[in-house]
């Protein structure tokens, strides 16, 4: 079946504007983690869905930083007021009830 | 200092060779150990998972985990050029909602 996909695949924005990043899980996935890769920093998690569950959000940044999953399939990253360290790799997993992650080819993320 | 510390690389090996890569971590309470494989512009694919010490055998590919020294390392005999991509550690600890925390990553290039 489809893998997990992510739009855009790259997004250029300026620095202030608001960006949202969206992530398709694989069907039947009921966890969904959202993580940052970046130049110097390697890949690190910033929040956890799991079904029904209050978000695990203790990787976020910021406040400017929140995400949600509409009916336990759809989440959107969405990053407020965008400052020029927010430029990274955005990746999305699925798993299913946490067990192997399956990753998206990410959202390439540039803040001018 | 980190939680999961991996070789900066990058790797130049000729084709043919055994590579070793390696990851120390700090987090006793890490239980489950993962090595993904992460080609150009693409996200992370799983490539070895395990939980206990020792070695584990995929084809050309072995993983092996001391616990007692908190070190993790993945060996690929008879490279090829096709193993030319990055190389992550991730582990996860017990009670952390499966988020993965993962080494800076190494790059890998295989010559003909």
């Known amino acids: 079946g489809a893998g997990v996909s992510q739009s855009p695949s790259n997004k250029v924005t300026e620095k202030g504007k608001d960006v949202e990043l969206r992530c398709d899980p694989i069907?039947?996935?009921?966890?969904l983690y959202w993580y940052r890769q970046s130049l110097g920093q390697g890949l690190e998690f910033l929040i956890y869905?799991?079904?029904?569950?209050?978000?695990?959000k203790s990787g976020l940044p910021s406040d400017r930083f929140s995400a949600e999953r509409t009916g336990g399939s759809v989440s959107t990253l969405t990053i407020q007021r965008t400052q020029q360290e927010d430029s990274a790799v955005y990746l999305c997993?699925?798993?299913?009830?946490?067990?192997?992650?399956?990753f998206g080819p990410g959202t390439r993320l540039l803040v001018l | 200092q980190k939680e999961v510390e991996q070789d900066p690389g990058p790797l130049s090996v000729p084709e043919g060779a055994i590579v070793s890569l390696n990851c120390t971590y700090s987090?006793?309470?890490?239980?489950?150990f993962m090595w993904y494989r992460q080609y150009s512009r693409k996200g992370p694919e799983l490539l070895m998972y395990?939980?206990?010490?020792g070695n584990k055998e995929d084809g050309r590919f072995t993983a092996q985990v001391d616990k007692s020294s908190k070190y993790i390392s993945l060996f690929i005999r008879d490279s090829q050029p096709s193993d030319s991509a990055t190389y992550l550690c991730?582990?996860?600890?017990?009670?952390?909602?499966?988020?993965?925390?993962f080494g800076k990553g190494i790059t890998l290039s295989v010559r003909p």
């Open positions: 991730a582990m996860v600890h017990t009670g952390a909602n499966s988020k993965l925390t």
């Open positions: 997993a699925s798993s299913f009830r946490g067990e192997t992650q399956y």
């Open positions: 869905f799991q079904g029904n569950s209050a978000p695990d």
């Open positions: 069907s039947g996935h009921t966890a």
């Open positions: 395990t939980y206990s010490s």
């Open positions: 987090n006793s309470a890490f239980q489950y």
